[in-house]
């Protein structure tokens, strides 16, 4: 477990548990806003900026693949994945069960199909060569073992040698303590949001940045974290480097 994470000047981040995080959005839903559409409408457009990034100039020419869960996790994927088709991306998502999305994700996959991305399902899939492989599977809601199809779509990403970026934290990995699942999702890069989970250990998830999903100051003293969103001045991403 990793108790802080440094910025690229030095300044110390403290990292959180899944249950500082749980409380953190609580507080932020019901008390303090921001909402969950709101914050996941901020993780998603960091997500595609960031992958935007990763990509470089030519960007739009390449194969982006989403693969997204059906919780919050998911929405910022389906969300991010819109962002990008706005821009002209070649997009396809893959939602591991459509028929179960939640109430948030399921507005965000109405919005996307008003775009060029398409939505491709688990046989489909396997016909695919990415460039960039996004995984919005889980986040911090792993319950044990990856199964059924988010066992299918990590083990299917597992074998590709494209670039891979995870949402919050790779699924599959446990958001307090960095146990891993044996399939779990190994990415080159994760994005992680609103703080830092003690569990993201570098050789799991990879080059680690840190986005701003806009939860307030008042609501981080809350639970007494010294933090502000002031350190991110006038980026919305950083990036974040283990406190050693």
Known sequence: MISEFLTNNG???PAVTLEQMVEIDRIAME??????FQMME???RNLAEITINSLGKNWKEQNIIVLSGTGGNGGGGICAARHLANRGGNVKVCI???SNLKEVPSYQLHILKSTSANIINAEELKLENP???????????????PK??????ISWANSKLSLKISLDIPS????????????????DLTLTLALPKTGLISSL????FLGDIGITQKTYKMININFTNSIFQKEFIIPLFENK
Do not use: C
């Open 31 to 36: 008390i303090n806003g921001p909402n969950l």
């Open 42 to 44: 901020n993780a998603g």
């Open 96 to 98: 591991s069960d459509i």
């Open 205 to 208: 998830a990879g080059e680690l």
């Open 172 to 187: 599959g990995v446990d958001a307090t303590s960095g146990e891993h699942s044996i399939n779990y999702f190994k990415p």
């Open 131 to 145: 460039d960039i492989i996004i995984d919005a599977l889980i986040g911090y809601s792993l319950i044990g073992e």
């Open 11 to 13: 300044k110390k981040i």
């Open 148 to 153: 059924g199809n988010i066992l299918s779509l």
